[in-house]
T-cell receptor, first 115, second 111 residues
Framework: GAGVSQSPSNKVTEKGKDVELRCDPISGHTALYWYRQSLGQGLEFLIYFQGNSAPDKSGLPSDRFSAERTGGSVSTLTIQRTQQEDSAVYLC?????????????FGPGTRLTVT | GEDVEQSLFLSVREGDSSVINCTYTDSSSTYLYWYKQEPGAGLQLLTYIFSNMDMKQDQRLTVLLNKKDKHLSLRIADTQTGDSAIYFCAESIRGRRALTFGSGTRLQVQP
């Protein structure tokens, strides 16, 4: 079946602009995660959604970062007033979400470059 | 606190076995994972092991877990050039669904 998809695959933006990154999880997966992969910091957790519960935002690096998940499916990660240090690959993952299944399946990522 | 460590680089010859090692610090780890990342691609889940298991085998992959030493390894039998990639070890801990990743081990397979 279809895996996790993300769009755009690449995004170049000017410092100070806002960007939106999209994630379509695997159909039926109730849990959705955003991670960031950068050279200096490795893979970092950003935010986690599970069903209708309040999201775990503990990994968001600043209040310029926000995410929402509409209808329990598609998610959008928004970065306001982008800075050069926001340049990274943003990875989305989904998992079935029930107690017995912890595997996370990743999308191909969005490479963000802030100039 | 959470900390997952891996060696940065491993080079093997085609046909040999590869062993990639990982250590973690959090004793409340529930699951431990191995992911593979090829250039320009996302993370592919290879295998995972529950923390009360010692070993898991899946075709050419063998995962060994030493819970006492908090040491995890991934053995790839009969390594092929297509196995060249970065391999990430990751853990999830009780009460937290987010994964903590190691820095990745780059596996280079020489023909």
């Amino acid at each position: 079946g279809a895996g996790v998809s993300q769009s755009p695959s690449n995004k170049v933006t000017e410092k100070g602009k806002d960007v939106e990154l999209r994630c379509d999880p695997i159909s039926g997966h109730t849990a959705l995660y955003w991670y960031r992969q950068s050279l200096g910091q490795g893979l970092e957790f950003l935010i986690y959604f599970q069903g209708n519960s309040a999201p775990d935002k503990s990994g968001l690096p600043s209040d310029r970062f926000s995410a929402e998940r509409t209808g329990g499916s598609v998610s959008t990660l928004t970065i306001q007033r982008t800075q050069q240090e926001d340049s990274a690959v943003y990875l989305c993952a989904s998992s079935p979400g029930h107690r017995s299944s912890y595997e996370q399946y990743f999308g191909p990522g969005t490479r963000l470059t802030v100039t | 606190g959470e900390d997952v460590e891996q060696s940065l680089f491993l080079s093997v010859r085609e046909g040999d076995s590869s062993v990639i090692n990982c250590t973690y610090t959090d004793s409340s780890s529930t699951y431990l994972y191995w992911y593979k990342q090829e250039p320009g691609a996302g993370l592919q889940l290879l295998t995972y092991i529950f923390s009360n298991m010692d070993m898991k085998q899946d075709q050419r992959l063998t995962v060994l877990l030493n819970k006492k030493d908090k040491h995890l390894s991934l053995r790839i039998a009969d390594t092929q050039t297509g196995d060249s990639a970065i391999y990430f070890c990751a853990e999830s801990i009780r009460g937290r669904r987010a994964l903590t990743f190691g820095s990745g081990t780059r596996l280079q397979v020489q023909p």
